[in-house]
């Protein structure tokens, strides 16, 4: 726990950041270290679990709120004791020391026997991370899916005891039960004692003398599964699915942690999405610019007509009001916006090119007022 970094520096963001900031900045650095992306590389995929983390706390209000108040140990409960403060008394005198002692050594002070925790005390399993890819209109339309993940779970032979049939666990000797042993040293300030795991029963406080052959005494085996996940309408690249109690199973009891899916939506070649609105590009005749004309628009959901009119510019962009994505969790949609360009046209024969330009001789300045309008602030110019 102690080599990880703050998140946000990690996101790259100042703590007064604002929500828009922290997705904004999380879409940015998710695209950046993406798996896909990078194929092998162990360094980018770490660095972007490091990146879900930081934005599953910051994007939560309540769990930022812990998180700028404690630290990592207000939102990861096995996240170790924080910094301890000095106390009512100070260091003015020696009354104190022994609540000093209680944060730095885990309860042990100056002859005190409080443990830190109860390692036989219910447990959250840790959560688990799997990507699922989909297309743009799976994103758009939501869709369920199937991800393979491996994950711990509590044996079946042994129920999580981790004792063999016709057996039990007991009480270590050793540390009776406490999980951490106090050792004393000689120091130039007398006896110092420091707390360590206990090597017999490896923290847990209790041992077991005929483990059980499945899970060798663990109380957990390792299996593959197969999670279907229910992909929201509208989810955007980058975004991710939680599923509760999905992940790791706990210990003691424990609630089991979560299994996080990070979303992977492949690029369209027809559309590109800004938040829930979306962007397409057609190419139109000049006859069609110049005329106008009934044009047929794909949108997320189906082909739309729309009358381009007559005189339409190249680079024109029209709206579509509600034909964008629909909202996640929502009813209402983004829009859709069409740019046209005219496409001009090539290989030409040359009756065609002789019918040109017959037909430009027929136009003048007022058919052409951007045209018009440049020379005429050329001639003003240098005139």
């Known amino acids: 726990m102690a080599d990880k970094r703050d998140y946000y520096e990690v996101l790259g963001v100042s703590k007064s950041a604002s929500e828009d900031e922290i997705k904004k900045a999380f879409r940015k650095m998710a695209k950046q270290y993406h798996p896909d992306l990078h194929p092998g590389d162990k360094q980018a995929e770490e660095k972007f679990k490091e990146v879900n983390e930081a934005y599953e706390i910051l994007s939560n209000p309540e769990k930022k709120s812990r998180y700028d108040q404690f630290g990592f140990a207000g939102v990861d409960p096995n996240y170790g004791a924080g910094a301890a403060g000095a106390g009512a008394g100070g260091f003015g005198g020696f009354a104190d020391m022994g609540d000093i002692f209680d944060s730095i050594f885990g309860g042990f002070g100056f002859g005190g026997s409080r443990a830190s925790s109860n390692p036989n005390a219910p447990r959250r399993g840790s959560d688990i991370r799997a990507t699922a890819n ?3 209109m799976e994103a758009c339309k939501g869709k369920t899916v199937k991800v393979r993940v491996n994950k711990t779970v509590q044996c079946d032979e042994c129920h999580g005891s981790g004792a063999a049939a016709g057996s039990s666990t007991k009480t270590c000797p050793d540390c009776n039960g406490k999980g951490q042993r106090v050792i004393s040293q000689q120091s130039l300030f007398g006896s110092v004692r420091q707390v360590v795991t206990c090597e017999r029963c490896k923290g847990k ?7 059980c052959r499945k899970c060798s005494g663990q109380g957990v085996v390792k299996k593959t599964d ?15 699915v939680r599923l509760a109690g999905a992940g790791n199973c706990g210990t003691n009891g424990g609630s089991n942690g979560d ?5 992977n939506v492949r690029p369209d070649p027809i559309f590109e999405r800004d938040g829930y609105d979306v962007w397409t590009e057609i190419p139109i005749t000049y ?16 082909k739309v007509t729309y009358t381009v009119p007559e005189g339409t510019q190249s680079g ?18 983004g829009d859709h916006y069409v740019r046209v360009n005219i496409e001009v046209p090539k290989n030409l ?8 330009r017959d037909y430009e ?23």
């Open 226 to 240: 197969e999670v279907e996940v229910s992909i929201p309408a509208g989810i955007a690249d980058g975004q991710m």
């Open 316 to 333: 024109t962009v029209f709206r579509l009001r509600g034909k964008g994505i629909q909202k996640v969790h929502s009813t209402s949609h």
């Open 361 to 383: 001789k027929t136009l003048s300045d007022k058919n052409y007022a951007k045209r018009k309008s440049f020379f005429e602030k050329l001639k003003n110019k240098f005139s």
């Open 287 to 302: 006859t069609q610019a110049a005329l106008g004309d009934e044009i047929t628009i794909p949108t997320v959901d189906g």
């Open 259 to 263: 299994l996080l899916v990070s979303i």
């Open 349 to 356: 024969s040359k009756e065609q090119k002789t019918i040109l």
């Open 205 to 211: 406080g209790k041992i077991v003398d005929t483990p």
């Open 134 to 136: 989909i297309d743009f």
